[in-house]
């Protein structure tokens, strides 16, 4: 496979990259294209046709390079033709300049070989930043040469729905309504929601749990005239584009720690399988990683499926790392697919299965994902012990997803002087609570977050009703329209 771009402005080697579905009966569509489209119409995951590769002194020469040109680097062979590189890298340093940390993503050192990526220096203090930021950049641009505008509806129990409205308040072609359960999101993921002053975004509390928000989205989307009259998109996790950029920061912190001339090891936090599918593709695209660990609370659905071979839902937990109470892992979809030797019709039968019967067996994918992957599973009282220990140890705070982290790359085994790098998915600020329950102590906000629980709020609370969502849906997308001219 040939460079997509030589260097500098040179574009004329550039191609358009075609994405087909897992599920195969789908139409192949465009980078921007899928970026727009979410989920394909066969109700599969867009994929690309082909992999790309980064030849390896391309990987040497990522050292010392910004964040934001080693994401424009990493992205173009997935961008293809659809965004000259120029335009690529300027969208690239405006999402990272957002972040405060000028190294975007630092890398600390907590142990004689162990590291910790900071992934949470974004505006919302979780990883889910590092995508989001991007993505409405690129979704304007899009959006602009289509002369289009699009209407963002997305349920969130947490992290996400934050990240939305903070990545697209400035957005001039997008509107966002994030649905929230009443009472059921920490006051500061809360506050990250209902603080944002602009027309475009709306958060909007539910009288009910996440489930119910889930289900009012789902409803939206499944009315096609009204998805259709709305531009309904989406930014959940299946999004191709949050994948790709999440690829950047597993090749950042590979470098700096010696690759491509060393392997690393990456412990990732997993809810949906997205973070860390997206370590699989670095893996794909040529960085030495010498092993992916998969970091799972209780809800402990991809270990089970790693050491038995069968998929199998189970009713959700709550633990201390609510954005990982999940029970089905998306992107997994895409794994399989890949591991099936892009078998859509292994695809299609595994996810009919697990529609009709809450599993699904693996099959001819589980030999290669244990030879792949690695998968823990840490309890509540591991995640303690991992905070508390890391504190004593080095007196460095870990927030509960990045403890699960720990506690996997700590039950896996490395060759010796291997370097492991676990994923810090969150700052510990933003689940003051459970840090109180196992620290003793609530963390502090950042200092550029102080004014965030004095901020005056703004968002309805609606009946757990899909009229009265749909209506509130139309006046937001009406006045935003009007606003716009
Ligand atoms: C979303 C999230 C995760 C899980 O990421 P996936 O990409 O869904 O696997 C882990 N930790 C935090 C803090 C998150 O917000």
């Known amino acids: 496979m040939g460079r997509f ?23 192949s569509l465009t980078f921007e294209d899928v970026l727009l489209a979410g989920l394909a119409r066969d109700g599969g995951l867009y994929v690309p046709e082909t992999w790309p590769t980064l030849a390896p002194d391309t990987i040497a020469s990522f050292a010392g390079k910004p964040f934001a040109e080693v994401a424009a680097e990493v992205m173009a062979p997935f961008v293809g033709s659809s965004i000259d590189k120029p335009t690529l890298l300027a969208m690239a340093r405006e999402a990272y300049g957002r972040f405060g940390h000028p190294a975007v993503t630092p890398l600390v050192q907590i142990d004689r070989n162990r590291w910790v990526l900071e992934l949470f220096h ?27 505008r699009a209407t963002i509806v997305g349920a969130t129990s947490g992290d996400t729905g934050g990240a939305a409205i903070e990545a697209f308040r400035s957005s001039k072609r997008v509107d966002v309504v994030i ?79 010696g690759a ?72 997994f979809e895409r794994y399989l697919f890949e591991a099936s030797g892009r078998d859509a019709g292994f695809i299609r039968g595994a996810m009919g299965a697990l529609v009709q019967g809450r599993r699904f067996e693996l099959g001819p994918c589980a030999g290669r994902f244990k030879d792949e992957f690695g998968a823990v599973s840490a309890s509540e009282a591991d995640v303690a012990d991992a905070i508390r220990r890391a504190k004593a140890g080095s007196g460095y705070l870990l ?44 963390p502090p906000l950042p200092p550029r977050l102080s004014s965030l629980l004095v901020d005056r709020e703004r968002f309805p609370v609606l009946e757990n009703d899909l009229a009265a969502v749909k209506g509130f849906v139309e006046d937001a997308v009406r006045a935003a329209a009007a606003g716009a001219q």
């Open 5 to 27: 771009f030589v260097s500098g402005a040179t574009t004329q080697d550039s191609k358009p990259v075609t994405y087909i579905s897992t599920r195969g009966e789908a139409a």
């Open 179 to 257: 649905l929230f359960p009443d009472g059921r999101v920490s006051d500061v993921q809360r506050r990250m929601m209902t603080t944002p002053t602009e027309a475009n975004v709306h958060a909007v509390a539910v009288k009910g749990t996440f489930d119910d928000c889930q289900a009012l989205v789902k409803a939206m989307f499944n009315d096609h005239a009204f998805r259709d009259r709305m531009s309904l998109s989406g930014v959940n996790s299946i999004n191709w584009a949050r994948i790709v950029a999440q690829v950047t920061y597993y090749f950042v912190a590979a470098v700096a720690l």
């Open 399 to 442: 927030d509960p997803h990045t403890a699960c982290g720990l506690v996997a790359l700590e039950r896996t085994t490395t060759q010796a002087g291997d370097p492991g790098i676990v994923l810090s998915t969150a700052h510990p600020a933003k689940f003051p609570d459970a840090m109180e329950r196992i620290t003793g102590e609530r």
């Open 122 to 148: 974004g505006p919302t203090l979780a990883f889910k930043d590092v995508a989001m930021q991007l993505l409405a950049r690129l979704m304007d641009h899009a959006l602009a040469k289509r002369s289009r």
């Open 260 to 331: 491509p001339h060393r392997a690393v090891t990456f412990a990732v936090p997993t809810g949906n399988f997205g973070d860390i599918l997206a370590g699989w593709v670095a893996k794909r695209m040529g960085l030495p990683i010498a092993r992916l660990v998969i970091a799972s609370n209780e809800n402990d659905i991809l270990p089970r499926a790693h050491a038995t071979g069968v998929y199998e839902m189970r009713s959700v937990v709550e633990t201390s790392s609510p954005s990982m109470d999940i029970q089905i892992s998306s992107n």
